[in-house]
């Protein structure tokens, strides 16, 4: 059942839940908790996912379901790459005005996020991104939200 979470060194395990002999005890305590599980809510009117609350995933660095919180700015963007691990890159498009010319000109930053596993995202979907602790050398926000998924068509550059 649990062989599929444990591929790391380490064990993987929730922070939150014991997982000793003592909840091992009693018919009661199995029927009333069979799936012991720590999640939260994130507050900020982000609705936790449902398989972050049902699913049996291990991440420290989710919002939802580990030691992480979300304060901060909170960003849109559209996904530029998801080949990483756990890790996604948002392209954040704006305009920047030049004030010599009076103009504006278009410019763009990559942001590298964390995608916790209770989503699922593609190349060209838009993302709402959460600012919290450093989370590696690069990552300082994490996904809270997924707004619009791609329809499987190829890659053609969008306008603002």
């Known amino acids: 059942m649990t062989s599929h ?3 790391e060194h380490a064990f993987q395990k929730q922070h939150n839940v014991f997982h000793g002999y003592k909840d091992l005890r009693g ?3 199995k029927a009333k908790f069979p799936n012991r599980r720590y999640w939260k809510k994130i507050g900020l009117g982000f609705q936790t996912p449902k398989e972050a609350i049902e699913g049996d995933y ?3 660095k989710c919002p939802f379901t580990g030691l992480v919180s979300i304060r901060g700015r909170i960003l849109q963007g559209k996904v530029k790459s998801a080949k990483m691990q756990r890790t996604i890159i948002v392209r954040r498009d704006y305009l920047h005005f030049v004030r010599k010319y009076q103009r504006f000109e278009k410019r763009h930053t990559n942001v590298p996020a964390h995608l916790p596993p209770c989503f699922r995202v593609h190349q060209g979907d ?3 991104i959460g600012q919290c602790r450093p989370l590696s050398k ?3 926000f994490c996904v809270i939200r997924i707004d619009k998924t791609s329809s499987g068509r ?3 550059f969008s306008g603002f």
């Open 5 to 7: 979470i444990q591929k």
């Open 27 to 29: 018919a009661r305590k």
């Open 58 to 60: 291990i991440d420290r």
């Open 126 to 128: 838009t993302v709402t």
């Open 138 to 140: 690069t990552v300082r």
């Open 154 to 156: 190829r890659k053609v």
